[in-house]
């Protein structure tokens, strides 16, 4: 039976040389790429971080990361102390028991005169 080129040639030292050399070029040429690519992500973020600081000082509002970073903070400062986060504005946390003096709702029954807006009942269709 006849052999294969590739299997007659993989015993030749000579290509087996060029196979060796071939293989740590492409390694290299990798290696090359992902260098590159490193240092374009870091040049990139260099850039974001010099653009955000000028934004910043012309318009004051901070930077997205900035924030981004702040509220994570937050977050794991109010899991930790076992909190509800975000907390609603003008709410006392969790833990803090209400004054049983509070009353939240009065419930009083409300009457619309028939010249007002809901004050008259009509049937559907009328």
Do not use: C
């Not at 087996?16 to 990798?30: E, H, P, Q």
């Not at 690519?37 to 973020?45: H, K, M, Q, R, S």
């Not at 975000?86 to 005169?113: K, M």
Request: proline letters at 10%.
């Amino acid at each position: 039976m006849p052999q294969s080129t590739t299997r007659q040639s993989a015993g030749d030292p000579v290509s087996g040389f060029f196979n060796a050399v071939l293989g740590v070029f492409l390694k290299l040429l990798i290696l090359a790429f992902a260098v590159v690519f490193g240092v374009g992500l870091i040049a990139a973020a260099l850039l974001y971080l010099v653009w955000s600081g000028l934004v910043f000082l012309v318009t004051g509002r901070k930077p997205v990361v900035a924030v981004l970073f702040s509220q994570v903070r937050r977050f794991k400062e109010f899991s930790t102390a076992g909190g509800v986060w975000p907390r609603p504005a003008g709410r006392a946390p969790v833990d803090q028991p209400a004054s049983p003096d509070v009353v939240d709702v009065e419930v009083r029954e409300i009457r619309s005169e028939p010249g007002q807006p809901g004050g008259e009942h009509r049937p559907p269709g009328r």
